[in-house]
């Protein structure tokens, strides 16, 4: 998946639990950090002070899963 420049796909555990695919049940992910941007911060050119989230791709049929930290 070429939006995930991780070569390899990797298990990942998230809050202490083994994440697994809810569509498919496959248990390799590729991984992103991405920006959650807001439509006032991107405005101001501020973007970059957003949160952000932890994507993961599913390996096997692409399924996105995204954790936030609180």
């Known amino acids: 998946m070429k939006l995930f420049k991780q070569q390899e796909a ?3 555990v998230a809050h202490g639990k ?4 809810a569509h ?3 248990d390799r992910f590729w991984t992103k950090k991405v920006l959650l941007n807001s439509s ?3 405005f101001f050119g501020f973007d970059w002070a957003d ?3 932890n994507c993961y ?3 096997q049929c692409g399924r996105l ?3 936030v930290r609180r």
């Open 57 to 59: 791709a599913c390996e």
């Open 18 to 21: 083994a994440l697994t695919c």
């Open 24 to 26: 498919c049940g496959h």
């Open 40 to 42: 006032i911060s991107a």
């Open 51 to 53: 949160r952000s989230a």
């Open 65 to 67: 899963e995204w954790f």
């Open 10 to 12: 990797q298990t990942i």
